[in-house]
């Protein structure tokens, strides 16, 4: 599985775009790159994939460097239902093993 | 409606006794895993299975057993063998294809004293 690293936190203004980093340098050439959050006491959600280019859907934006070693996931405007804790996980070929880091706790003040 | 359920919400046990959790889906799903959060911790993957009657390992499978006997549902048991089985269990399934999404029911609190 390839290792990822991400903040452990990050804090952000209500109406302001957040951008939450992920390096995954030991990613290989055919492995998705998937965003979930994680509100208090639920379940994780599906945010957004992608495998090379950068990819948008309607909850956010995902941007992917061009070594894929990094990628972005990128809040419009964050807003208070958006505070979770966000990972970033690459999904190998190799199984259909889905693996979580620590994530990105995201705090949005009002 | 198509999902992922998992039952009960809250679970007591008390110690030494194997307790067994469901998770259930409807979405045609290959894949089928189990997780473990403690509070403040990231999901820990138990075990995950691809297919029927075939599972495997995940990073902390001691103490714990599944089966998979019908594509839509996969049991998780924890036994009296688990140290320290107190947490949040949450389940999960997915196609097999990279790029589709995971879809995880609301997780089950066991408490065991």
């Not at chain 1, 203004?13 to 208090?40: A, F, K």
């Not at chain 2, 947490?87 to 999960?92: E, G, H, I, S, T």
Request: glycine letters at 6%.
């Amino acid at each position: 599985d390839a290792k990822t690293t991400q903040p452990n936190s990050m804090e952000s203004n209500e109406e302001e775009p957040v951008h939450l980093p992920c390096n995954h340098s030991t990613i290989s050439g055919t492995d998705y790159i998937h965003w979930y959050r994680q509100l208090p006491s639920q379940g994780p959600e599906y945010v957004i994939h992608g495998l090379t280019s950068n990819v948008n859907n309607r909850m956010a934006s995902l941007a992917i460097a061009e070594d894929r070693k990094s990628s972005t996931l990128i809040l419009h405007r964050a807003t208070l239902r958006d505070a979770a804790v966000y990972y970033c996980i690459p999904l190998s070929a190799s199984g259909s093993r889905l693996t979580f880091g620590e994530g990105t706790q995201l705090t949005v003040n009002p | 409606d198509g999902g992922i359920t998992q039952s009960p919400k809250y679970l007591f046990r008390k110690e030494g006794q194997n307790v067994t959790l469901s998770c259930e889906q409807n979405l045609n799903h290959d894949a089928m895993y189990w997780y473990r959060q403690d509070p403040g911790q990231g999901l820990r993957l138990i075990y995950y299975s691809q297919i029927v009657n075939d599972f495997q390992k995940g990073d902390i499978a001691e103490g714990y057993s599944v089966s998979r006997e019908k594509k839509e549902s996969f049991p998780l048991t924890v036994t009296s063998a688990q140290k320290n089985p107190t947490a949040f269990y949450l389940c999960a399934s997915k196609m097999f294809e990279l790029n589709t999404e995971a879809f995880f029911g609301q997780g089950t609190r066991l408490t065991v004293v």
